[in-house]
């Protein structure tokens, strides 16, 4: 199942991380070893943050996931289930049988 892995760092955390020259070496080395299948690189509530579309099988998985974040970066991580346009497809009976029986 996909997730949006929502990942904020703290500035004051942010402000040291960015100055090792190796940064950009580590997080492509998180980004890897996560898995992300996108990543988009965004300001989350005024710090520093991206958001990383990655791929669980099971709700297990997630520490695997985040614990990098957490150690690194001292990240807020939040996982955000979403659906692909096949998935929303095959949600259609489902949502004509919620809206047969609550669409007023």
Do not use: H
Request: glycine share 8%; aromatic share 10%; with cysteine.
């Amino acid at each position: 199942m996909k997730y949006i892995m929502k990942v904020r760092f703290p500035n004051e955390t942010g402000n040291i991380r960015i100055k090792d020259p190796l940064f950009g070496k580590k997080m492509q080395e998180i980004l890897t070893e996560v898995k992300a299948e996108a990543v988009y690189f965004a300001t989350i509530c005024g710090g520093r943050g991206c958001y990383a579309v990655v791929n669980l099988d099971d709700a297990s998985q997630m520490p695997a996931k985040a614990e990098p974040f957490f150690l690194w970066l001292q990240a807020e991580v939040d996982f955000i289930p979403v659906m692909t346009l096949e998935d929303l497809a095959k949600a259609g009976p489902a949502i004509e049988a919620a809206t047969k029986k609550w669409g007023g």
